[in-house]
């Protein structure tokens, strides 16, 4: 598939920030998603959660002004708010498994069009760890996920049926890529809007997964 006009990995985020509600927990993923945090809507006030122990997580650091003890779950820095909170990773995850997360902005390397999510391995290729993404696809409230379109050949990864090793099943409300928004619905997914530049089409085109009406 040819070079489309879409959004940017910073427009992906930004899209998925409109997703925020006032007074939320959230949770941001490694990749595009830890982006989310630069694009917060004004007027909105959420508190972001990572996974390996820190409540109350602000922007990334200006360069120059970073601080190596102050890490995301996926070992980027970050800035503290005034009202961060520290604390272990067992406590983390009773908050993620005790459902007191509202949502999970997450990527992924597959997702199915029935909400299905593949995003910790590749078969054969060496990975860091599960991280927390089970836990938080089966505790939070709602899962959106933030990812390109396509692979690097120009395959669709919104598919049908994952290939890889599942994360969780039938976890997925809404996928955000370069080239549009879908829902996850009964029969497959629905096309919610499209990035800049792009047609319906051209997302049609792109997209293995069932799309209805």
């Known amino acids: 598939m ?3 006009i879409g959004w940017n990995r910073d427009q992906m985020a930004a899209r998925a920030a409109q997703e925020l509600q006032d007074g939320w927990y959230v949770n941001l993923g490694i990749g595009i998603p830890t982006l989310v945090s630069n ?9 972001l959660q990572s996974e390996n122990g820190m ?3 602000g922007p990334f650091p200006f360069e120059g002004e970073e601080d190596a003890d102050l890490i995301n779950a996926g070992k980027q820095t970050i800035t503290e708010l005034p009202q961060t909170a520290y604390f272990d990773s067992a406590q983390s ?3 993620i498994r005790g459902g007191k997360i509202a949502m999970a902005i997450l990527g992924a390397m597959e997702v199915a069009q029935n909400g299905d999510l593949a995003n910790w391995m590749i078969p054969g290729k060496l990975i860091k760890g599960m991280g927390g993404a ?5 505790g939070v409230g709602r899962v959106v996920v ?3 379109h396509t692979n690097k050949h120009g395959d669709s990864k919104i598919l049908k049926s994952c290939t890889l090793p599942l994360t969780g099943q039938s ?8 080239l549009g928004v879908l829902d996850v619905v009964d029969g497959g997914l ?7 530049g792009v047609d319906e089409q051209t997302l049609r085109a792109a997209t293995e997964a069932t799309l209805v009406d």
Not at 134 to 138: Q, S
């Open 39 to 47: 694009h917060i809507p004004e007027g909105i006030e959420v508190t």
């Open 55 to 57: 409540l109350g997580m």
């Open 93 to 95: 995850f009773a908050m």
């Open 146 to 148: 933030v990812m390109d």
């Open 190 to 196: 629905k096309i919610v809007e499209l990035a800049d």
């Open 2 to 4: 040819a070079d489309v």
């Open 171 to 178: 976890v997925v409300d809404r996928i955000i890529t370069n």
């Open 134 to 138: 089970m836990d938080l696809v089966a």
